[in-house]
């Protein structure tokens, strides 16, 4: 019987690969939130040491030495990111981390939120926000600067139940959610990532000489997937050019 891949099977394998991405973000938000939860609990140690125990003002230095020398390969134990971990736990309550919106966020994001919004009311807003529009961290920046939680409307400014809310996994948060390295380095896999990185930085620096070649010339993608004689084949770099 030959295989009949009619819209039917299209419309399945549109479902099931949103199912998987959907897997893909849930998964990813898991490991974030624990990972938000575990910085501010490390900030909020801190904060406690500091006021009562008697161990000098090279304290934190000293922890971000011990730290990185027992998880070699997590860079989020600096001494400036112990810092930010402190901030972190003074400036947020546990009701808002309690709040659900906040842990959802990348790491990157509550950095964002911290320095440059002061109110707890805002604050949880802005992340509501980004959750409910997908935001990159570039855009929440662009929006702090713009004010726009002034600029909204009243009802628009109503703080919702946070628990069921899960950025579209086509969104530029959920890209971040799951790109984000400080969570492949919690987990123990940033050699895989770094990996990675590397490739999609060389990607794009031959890309962009490539596309400098003139006109006609068009990248169609990396790690391009063809399918061969039921194989599967994954090329570095498409390219294509036209002839007029």
């Known amino acids: 019987m030959n295989l009949v891949l009619d819209n ?53 230095e000293q922890t971000s030495k011990d730290l990185i020398s027992a998880f070699p390969g997590m860079k989020g134990f ?16 546990t009701d808002e981390i309690g709040s659900q919106a906040v842990t959802q966020l990348p790491w990157g994001h509550i950095v964002e939120l911290m320095f440059k919004v002061k109110s707890p009311e805002h604050r949880t807003w802005y992340a509501k926000k980004t959750i409910e529009n997908g935001w990159s961290r570039k855009v929440l920046t662009f929006q702090i600067g713009q004010d726009l939680y002034a600029r909204q409307g009243t009802e628009t400014k109503k ?23 400080f969570k492949f380095e919690f987990l123990s896999i940033d ?14 620096h031959i890309r ?3 596309l400098e070649l003139g006109s006609g010339f068009s990248f169609v993608g990396n790690q391009y997937h063809l399918n061969v ?5 994954y090329i570095d770099c498409l390219f294509y050019q036209g002839y007029l």
Not at 194 to 203: F, T, Y
Not at 229 to 233: A, H, I, K, T, V
């Open 229 to 233: 004689g039921g194989d599967d084949f």
């Open 159 to 181: 703080i919702s139940n946070f628990a069921a809310a899960l950025p579209a996994p086509q969104s530029e948060l959920a890209y971040e959610v799951l790109k984000d390295p």
């Open 78 to 93: 600096s001494s400036v990111n112990l810092k930010r971990m402190r901030m972190f736990a003074n400036e947020f309550s």
């Open 208 to 210: 962009d000489f490539l």
């Open 191 to 204: 050699d895989t990532a770094k990996e990675r990185d590397i490739e999609e930085g060389l990607v794009n």
């Open 8 to 60: 039917e099977y299209q419309q399945t394998l549109e479902a099931l690969k949103e199912r998987v991405r959907s897997a893909q973000l849930k998964a990813a938000r898991a490991v974030n939130t624990e990972l938000i939860q575990l910085y501010w609990d490390i900030g909020n140690t801190i904060l406690d040491k500091q006021k009562n125990a008697k161990w000098g003002s090279k304290f934190l």
